[in-house]
């Protein structure tokens, strides 16, 4: 207790030092005054006694310099004499301190705002209750990579499964939300009843989804923090309250926290979707997600969902046994391998920089050093240790280190507001991504070491100085052989990393260049984006007469040249098994069926290879016709003439109409740019009506007078239909 109150005293007297040192003259000179009266008793004259009264003190100055000793903590005033060294060395040399600390702050706030994107993205459990626990199950179809799984295979796994709690489905979606004021329309989820109590979620108003509404098919939707502010003025008696989605009354049951977030964007709402008992196996457009119960392992539950699988396949015909089952993490499954790559490799790279830099810095403090060397040979001269030198350089570094450092971190802060605009639809929990606890102690960290880095180079340096040569008169600026060659070490490091960031750069660059020339299939230029979407009490052949007649009016509209409608331009495809004619099956990677109108072909200017373009006779009961492109026939029909030709998509026992080859078109890279063009199917909007499609427009008029007009043509047609959206095709590519 008596040690721990004298280091306590010890550290107050850091903060009242000129008081203490006050105290201490005044008791010093008391003492002298009583020595020197002592002696001059004893006979001595006033000189004299003075003189044997500083003798028998041992020299005032020294006696001061004990007494801090025991009464202060040494060390720390030595740093903070040191610190305050440093920081008026910057002020000397503003030129010098700017350059330092800008070099420091690139790489410091580069470094931690791509840690701070992989921390909220990837090393953050998700925010649910045991998340090591919720796995995700996806469908592969030979050797393909892993894709989305029917409803029908979802209902077969949690029936059949004992290693699951439960397992739920989603997907995203779009409805059209009709209130007291202008129609809206909302990116929504379609999930199972089960969604929100697989994740362990609960509503911060209300209720979530109860099993026996999925039965009853109930019209419920549970709304998202956002949406329900934004739309509805958070207001906390919303439950209960009904709203128009999709023409059908919906009775909203709960509203979920702020935080609650599962994939890239924001979903408005989440809807319940009815069973679908009926449909095929394999492919579709559900993700699922399962919770384990305790005690088992990812590798079970993967090795007991390929069993019932093989299981079922079993009973059924041999050319649909070619299913797989894949099961991840659902961490892993929201981030995806290709988002994960991508931020460690720009993590590394941000990383190099931040080397280079702090390399550059130690090379500058070495030449500093070199117009420095009197100085700190004039300090060993005078009894100061080597390790008292390296110290105090190391320490002089630190102004530098904790400007670097807060540059840095406001750098990273900007980087992170620059990712959430740019990204917030394509990358997923970014809202999760912040400035939080974790990151800001990487920050200091990463101050601290980069600090050590450029400052214990000079000050180890320093320790082999050569007093007598560096004290002679012409020894300044030589700064040594020894020095020479460690200045140009640091020198090849910096190349070495430099080059290889440029190299990295330069493939990026190259590739980023070959995607930009690769040809599409078809022409962006002036080409217009918007979505429309009818009802959903509206049938699907309703939509058919819909989109029929709204395609020739828009194309009288002034300055308009052409109009297409499209399922989906940019969409992904599945990995359905196809039938052809004779019986002979093919299983393909990925194929896109998209419904089209006529004037598809014509209005994106890629004009067809072979065959005809649909016209008005492709109507509904009339002989099934489809439209291929390149890829998709080479698969199917090698060196052959697809024109004329049967599929049909499914077994050959399946209920798909087989539908007859017309035409043969070009290959378009309607997905990605650096992907390989996918097998395409196109149908006639009558054969396969949609409610919701995507309106292209050709014009290089207005952009908001052509929405506007066309807004005006589709309410001429049918009031409830909505019309939103409105983008370049360049844009979204």
Not at 347 to 366: E, Q
Not at 586 to 603: M, Y
Not at 696 to 702: A, Q, V
């Amino acid at each position: 207790m008596r040690t721990l109150r004298a280091w306590i005293q010890r550290f107050a007297g850091l903060f009242d030092r000129q008081r203490r040192d006050r105290d201490l003259d005044a008791e010093i000179e008391s003492h002298l005054q009583f020595h020197i009266e002592d002696n001059l008793r004893s006979g001595m004259t006033p000189e004299q006694a003075r003189r044997h009264a500083l003798l028998k003190l041992g020299g005032i100055e020294s006696t001061k310099e004990a007494c801090r000793d025991q009464r202060g903590l040494p060390i720390l005033e030595t740093l903070s004499q040191d610190f305050r060294f440093g920081a008026r060395q910057l002020r000397k040399n503003p030129t010098f301190a700017i350059a330092a600390v800008l070099t420091l702050a690139l790489g410091i706030g580069g470094t931690t705002g791509i840690f701070s994107l992989i921390n909220g993205i990837i090393l953050r459990p998700l925010p649910f209750f045991e998340p090591d626990q919720l796995l995700s199950i996806s469908t592969q179809v030979g050797e393909s990579r892993p894709t989305q799984t029917s409803y029908r295979s979802f209902l077969d796994w949690r029936e059949q499964s004992s290693v699951f709690q439960d397992l739920c489905v989603y997907d995203s979606s779009s409805c059209l939300l009709t209130a007291a004021e202008e129609p809206e329309r909302v990116t929504a989820a379609l999930t199972s009843a089960s969604f929100f109590s697989v994740l362990r979620a609960s509503p911060a108003l209300g209720r979530t989804f109860a099993r026996e509404e999925e039965t009853q098919r109930a019209a419920v939707v549970v709304l998202s923090h956002g949406f329900w502010h934004r739309r509805f003025a958070g207001d906390s008696n919303i439950v209960g309250r009904t709203v128009e989605i999709d023409g059908r009354v919906t009775e909203i049951i709960g509203v979920m926290p702020a935080h609650f977030t599962l994939a890239a964007g924001d979903f408005g709402l989440w809807k319940l979707q009815p069973p679908e008992p009926d449909g095929p196996r394999g492919t579709g457009r559900w993700w699922v997600i399962g919770r384990l119960k305790p005690g088992f392992s990812l590798d079970q539950a993967q090795a007991e969902l390929r069993n019932t699988t093989a299981r079922i396949l079993a009973t059924l015909p041999t050319t649909q046994r070619a299913l797989n089952v894949s099961v991840t993490l659902l961490s892993h499954q929201v981030a995806g391998p290709n988002l994960r790559l991508a931020l460690w490799t720009l993590f590394g790279a941000v990383f190099g920089v931040l080397l280079i830099g702090c390399s550059n810095l130690a090379n500058l403090l070495l030449a500093r050093g070199i117009a420095r060397g009197r100085e700190l040979a004039t300090r060993v001269a005078l009894g100061a240790s080597p390790m008292r030198v390296t110290r105090q350089l190391v320490v002089e570094c630190v102004p530098i280190g904790l400007l670097g450092g807060l540059a840095g971190i406001l750098l990273a802060t900007f980087i992170i507001r620059l990712v959430r605009t740019l990204g917030a639809e394509r990358i997923p929990r970014l809202a999760e991504v912040d400035l939080d606890p974790a990151v800001l102690c990487f920050a200091l960290l990463l101050t601290g070491l980069a600090t050590l880095l450029f400052g214990i180079i000079p000050g180890l340096h320093a320790r082999r100085i050569d007093v007598n040569e560096a004290l002679k008169e012409g020894a300044r600026g030589t700064g040594g052989l020894r020095q020479t060659y460690l200045r140009h070490a640091l020198l090849v490091g910096q190349v070495a990393l430099a080059f290889t960031l440029l190299f990295g750069a330069g493939l990026l660059l190259r590739s980023f260049q070959n995607v930009r020339t690769k040809e599409l299939g078809f022409n962006p230029e002036n080409l217009l984006i918007a979505n429309v979407r009818l009802p959903q009490s509206k049938t699907n052949e309703s939509a058919a007469v819909f989109y029929t007649e709204l395609n020739p009016r828009l194309e009288t509209l002034p300055g308009v040249e052409a109009v297409a409608l499209i399922e989906d331009i940019f969409g992904s495809g599945g990995a359905p098994r196809i039938t052809l004619d004779g019986g002979k099956t093919a299983d393909l990677n990925e194929v896109r069926n998209d419904s089209i109108s006529p004037s598809w072909f014509r209005a994106v200017g890629a004009p067809l290879l072979r065959g005809r373009p649909f016209d008005g006779g492709d109507r509904a009961g009339t002989l099934p016709v489809a439209i291929i492109n390149e890829t998709m026939a080479q698969s199917l029909w090698p060196g052959e003439d697809p024109v004329g030709k049967r599929f049909k998509f499914g077994p050959a026992g399946s209920p798909q109409p087989w539908l007859t080859v017309v035409g043969l078109a070009p290959d378009m890279r309607r997905q990605r740019l650096e992907r390989d063009p996918m097998a395409q199917v196109f149908v006639p909007i009558p054969q396969d009506p949609e409610r919701g499609m995507e309106l292209l427009i050709r014009s290089g008029g207005d952009h908001l007078a052509i929405l506007e007009a066309v807004r005006r043509e589709v309410r001429a047609i049918e009031k409830g239909v909505f019309v939103s959206g409105l983008s370049t095709v360049e844009h979204r590519i």
